[in-house]
């Protein structure tokens, strides 16, 4: 192995015509080439198999449903995601969630994505309802995975940088408008809220049947005028979670490696998370289906609480979290189908994100300097209130901040894009809770507002 591995560095062995070298340097090329890898495949089967769905859509013989859509996100996603992480800067800013989530929009914007293979991404996302699937064993996982006490003091602790942010985030971002002439209301409920809402069909759908209520505008218009926002917050976001992350790889003490909370035995807590238990193929596809359980149960008190389902689910893993009711091997289950689901589908279900959930069009349109100046210094105020308010509350800021990031993204879409740019998945539950809980808090009172206001 030694020696294959020397001679395919050999300064003889260029990339160029191999036609007159003899049989060794031929080899020797092949077995470099070989040696390539985008995500877990070696490059001449990630060729190979691209190949095989390309030319399936080409011929309009790609499956559109699960298989055919897994196939097309997953072959975008590998070269995506591994591009991303070693392009020079742009891998130290998330550059893998910013590829996957703006080259397949670009691509659908510009019509260079194949009508079939188009189908087949919104048969897995929308269909299949694959986005959901993977929330449910992120947010069943890590918080049946998580050290009961972080979890219990992240709950309690998260909602004082959480409500400290938004407050100076409106103020520093209607400030910045001022400057650039807006009027703080339109400010407010056109750029600020739509950013602060918690995504588009959680925050902008309801936030524009609201405003198109009392104002007696058509719903779509204020839909077009209330996206661009939530979508160059979002950006914003995904970018500063991948600074945070370097942030903390250059200064490890402002780090928590993922853990939210200072507790006193971080050592014990770390060593213990980074500590892996041998595979269980049978326990994964018990989490799995604990993962679909839980989901299941919030979409059905839904209705009779009040509560959204994506809440309730996270609030019952907690509470079988803390009461113990589930046996420790079942735990190890779901957070082992958690880990199987960041691993191999995070980069693919981006993919998946970029060409149904973020519009081209209208994210070019709305980019101009004073608007993309107003979103930047929201969320980056947000973001800067999260990381003082953790230090002040013991927790660690790197992962503070990221939560307190994750209130401008895009819902379930935006907390996945931003928790992979930083590498820091396990913050899923209290992402959701801060992207779900702080956008419904922001729709309620903008449209109240806005009510009192007319």
Known sequence: MDHAVAVSDSPSVGLGPVTGESPVQTQSFLRKWASYRVGPLPLPLYVAIAAVVIGAALVKKLPADMIGGFAC????????????????????????????????????????????????????????????????????GSMLGMNRKVLIQGFLRMFVPLAVGTVVAVSAGVGVGLLFGYDPLHTFFYIIVPILAGGI???ILPLSIGYA???????????AMLIPAALIGNVVAIVSAGVLKRIGEKKPKYS????????GNDMELLKEQGAEKPLDLSLM????????????????????????????????????????????????????????????????????????????????????LAYFCICTVTVLTMIGAGWLVG???????????????????????GDVAILSACNRM??????QISTRIGGAGMVVLAVFMLKALS
């Not at 209520?213 to 839909?223: F, R, S, V």
């Not at 928590?256 to 507790?263: A, D, E």
């Not at 396990?426 to 992402?431: H, I, R, S, T, Y």
């Open 213 to 223: 209520e009392i104002l007696a505008k058509p719903q779509p218009e204020l839909i």
């Open 201 to 203: 069909g959680e925050g």
């Open 73 to 140: 996100i997953m072959v975008m996603g590998f070269l995506l995601g591994d591009l991303g992480a070693k392009i020079p800067v742009l891998k130290h800013i998330g550059g893998s969630a910013i590829l996957c989530l703006f080259v397949p929009s670009a691509m659908l914007g510009y019509k260079i994505l194949h009508p079939e293979m188009l189908k087949s991404i919104t048969a897995v996302m929308k269909t299949s309802n694959f986005l959901y699937l993977y929330i449910a064993c992120l947010v069943t």
């Open 426 to 431: 396990g913050l899923m539950p209290f992402a």
């Open 391 to 413: 230090v002040m509350m013991k927790m660690y800021p790197v992962e503070s901040a990221v939560v307190t990031a994750c209130h401008s993204g895009l819902g379930g879409t």
């Open 285 to 368: 596809g018990a989490g799995l289906l604990m993962a679909c359980s839980m989901f299941i149960l919030g979409s059905f008190l839904s209705p009779f609480t009040g509560i959204p389902g994506p809440i309730l689910m996270i609030l019952g893993a907690a509470i079988l979290k803390v009461s113990k009711l589930i046996p420790a091997r079942m735990e190890l289950g779901a957070h082992q189908m958690y880990k199987f689901m960041t691993t191999n589908l995070t980069f693919p279900l981006l993919v998946g994100l970029g060409v149904l959930y973020v519009p081209w069009n209208d994210l070019v349109k709305a980019f101009t």
């Open 256 to 263: 928590g490696q993922g853990l939210l909370v200072r507790s």
